[in-house]
């Protein structure tokens, strides 16, 4: 199985990291950077980073429209952070580029100025124990709509959805030791 991190901006050597972490025979982890090098992986991870500017990078590259095909054709694609966003229908209060692969709205920046970052415990639905959510000037779902279900939460917040074969996480699961939910995705 070839599964291809998204490489245009963002911490996705971290997700390198962890999908090798994961240790599962015949694995091969890339990174992708063009339409190109993501015909040639069956699942895709979009990692943390900016969404603004990615999202630029994405329409020139021609990425977007491959994403868009991808997850058209059934491909399992992960987002975390920046990458739900970019998965996102809808961002609230702005007219920014979004691929539009779930039925969700998103608030960037959700947790306020004077909480960038921070970390906490996450339940998240079909793991046994909760996870360590590493929130990082985060995102919160503050629109689900069938088919997306609600695959995290956090106080009240949605943090995670999963919509079928896409996933998108507030957190940033990579910056753990933690692999269940990268073992998770890549059992989709
Ligand atoms: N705040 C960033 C954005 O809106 C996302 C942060 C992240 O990916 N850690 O693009």
């Given at each position: 199985m070839r599964v291809g991190v998204i490489a245009i901006q963002g911490d996705f050597e971290k997700h390198v990291k962890a999908l090798r972490a994961c240790a599962i025979?015949?694995?091969?982890?890339?990174?992708?950077?063009?339409?190109?090098?993501?015909a040639s992986v069956e699942r895709a991870i979009?990692?943390?980073?900016?969404?603004?500017?990615?999202?630029?990078?994405?329409q020139r590259y021609g990425m977007a429209d491959a994403l868009k095909s991808a997850a058209a054709d059934g491909m399992p694609i992960w987002g975390t952070c920046m990458g739900m966003i970019m998965m996102a229908?809808?961002?609230e209060g702005r007219d920014?580029?979004?691929l539009g692969l779930l039925r969700i709205q998103v608030k960037r920046n959700?947790?306020?100025a004077q909480v960038h970052s921070f970390e906490d415990t996450v339940e998240v639905a079909g793991l046994d124990e909760a996870v360590l959510g590493v929130f990082i000037r985060a995102p919160v779902i503050s629109k689900i709509q069938a088919?997306?279900?609600?695959?995290?939460?956090?106080?009240?917040?949605?943090?995670?959805?999963?919509?079928?074969?896409?996933?998108?996480?507030?957190?940033?699961?990579?910056?753990?030791?933690?692999t269940r939910l990268h073992q998770f995705f890549l059992k989709l």
């Open positions: 025979d015949g694995l091969e982890v890339v990174e992708a950077r063009t339409p190109q090098d993501l979009i990692p943390g980073g900016e969404s603004t500017t990615v999202g630029l990078l994405m229908d809808a961002i920014q580029f979004s959700a947790f306020g088919p997306a279900e609600i695959l995290a939460t956090y106080r009240g917040h949605i943090v995670g959805v999963r919509q079928g074969n896409l996933l998108g996480t507030s957190f940033h699961p990579e910056l753990t030791d933690d």
